[in-house]
């Protein structure tokens, strides 16, 4: 087996596994009533939380320097606030 091969293997049993978690999760609450509308909709809310967590990697990634920037100015003004509370 190519490795390739291996990794869509895993990336489409991953996808499996959370839409089986969202047709769950949906047939307990939102559709409990209806709830062959939780299999219709957890395909498709599966892939779009899938690609969201995608886009949400790539967009951190790419203001990864401004992060940093707001982390160092963060634990400066916490260190500060604990140095002048103990005064």
Excluded: C, N
């Excluded at 047939?27 to 967590?53: N, V």
Aim: hydrophobic residues 65%; charged residues 15%.
């Amino acid at each position: 087996m190519k490795l390739w091969d291996l990794v869509a293997s895993l990336a489409l049993r991953g996808l499996k596994a959370l839409e089986d978690a969202v047709d769950s999760l949906l047939a307990e609450t939102l559709f409990k009533a209806r709830p062959e509308l939780a299999a219709q909709f957890s395909g498709p809310i599966s892939m779009l939380a899938a690609l969201t967590a995608l886009y949400l990697l790539t967009f951190v990634s790419a203001a990864r320097k401004a992060i940093g920037v707001l982390l160092a100015i963060g634990w400066s003004l916490l260190a500060l606030a604990i140095i002048l509370a103990s005064i």
